[in-house]
């Protein structure tokens, strides 16, 4: 493939939008002015009976299929273009794993690094591949012209390049169940070096439950600073009790580590009172990660 000069997403879209706005405008314009002249230039009061019995027209009709041909082989192309820049990955980009599930995001850079937001760096084309754990989401990043379909079982992807450093929202824009909404999160673009410098930082030993709590997607639903999502927060749930229902029936429950434990492998075991029966069983999680994230947890007050 040649090099070709960069054209950004932001420019391949907004290039096809603008052209078919534009047409549309001169379209609308020219068809009611058309329409507001006739209806006063041949109005039934003003000539009842009709002057002319012509049937057709060579040339006018000639012309009004010409024309519109050529505006509308004019947006097919702008679109046309567009889209393949839009699936033309360039080949200094980087690549960068996305993971959709219910219901967060999970993106896993080269050297293995995972994050719930999607860092990038200011001026370099990032590659994301798409890959769908449960069912149907959708990528999508208006301030880049982004979306993309997240499909279980195939790899899609995008690409795009930040070129300002800042925070860029990122949405799931296809419904995906009941915690959909929350299902968003940014693309964070910092400038080249300190993303560098982001990227190679080691996490504090410390941290290591709270990275856990991010990788599985647990933070997507559960907030740790007491505000609702789809489920209870962690803030201060170590030793707490709860309502919960269980087999339709309503009992008190405190959280132990047994129960915390079976809320991860079994959550339809028990729910809490208030909340939706939402939350996936989670079998692959080992003891060990368990014992790091509850761990964590506690020290959560
Ligand atoms: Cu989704």
Not at 64 to 91: A, C, H, K, N, Q
Not at 123 to 149: C, M, N, T, W
Not at 242 to 253: D, K, L, P, Y
Request: with cysteine.
């Amino acid at each position: 493939m040649n090099p070709q000069p960069l054209i950004t997403t932001t420019e391949a879209v907004d290039k096809a939008f603008y052209v078919i706005l534009g047409i549309s405008g001169v379209m609308l314009l020219g068809v009611t002015v058309a329409m507001i002249y006739f209806v006063w230039r041949y109005n039934r009061k003003r000539y009842p009976v009709p002057l002319s019995q012509k049937d057709h027209n060579f040339w006018l009709e000639t012309i009004w299929t010409i024309i519109p041909t050529i505006l509308v082989m004019m947006m097919f192309w702008y679109g046309w273009e567009g889209y393949l820049s839009l699936r033309r990955i360039p080949d200094n980009a980087m690549p960068i794993h996305a993971s959709a599930r219910m219901w967060s995001w999970l993106f896993t850079y080269e050297n293995g690094k995972t994050t719930n937001k999607l860092y990038v760096p200011v001026g370099q084309p990032v590659y994301v591949r798409l890959i769908a754990e449960d069912v149907l989401h959708s990528f999508y990043v208006p301030a880049f012209r982004v979306k993309r379909d997240c499909v279980p079982g195939m790899e899609t992807y995008v690409w795009f390049v930040a070129e300002k450093a800042g925070s860029y929202d990122l949405f799931c824009a296809e419904y995906c169940g009941v915690g959909h909404a929350d299902m968003i999160t940014t693309v964070e673009a910092l400038p080249a070096a300190e993303f560098a410098a982001w990227l190679n930082a080691t996490p504090a030993e410390a941290d290591a439950g709270k990275e856990l709590l991010q990788k599985y997607g647990c933070l997507g639903c559960h907030s740790l600073d007491g505000s609702r999502i789809v489920g209870p927060s962690f803030k201060g749930m170590t030793g707490s009790s709860r309502t919960v229902v269980s087999n339709g029936q309503e009992t008190t429950a405190s959280a132990d580590t047994d129960t915390l434990i079976r809320a991860i492998r079994q959550p339809a075991a028990e729910v809490v009172k208030g909340y939706p029966n939402a939350m996936p069983p989670y079998p692959d999680l080992s003891d060990d990660e368990i014992e790091t994230m509850l761990a964590w947890l506690e020290t959560l007050k």
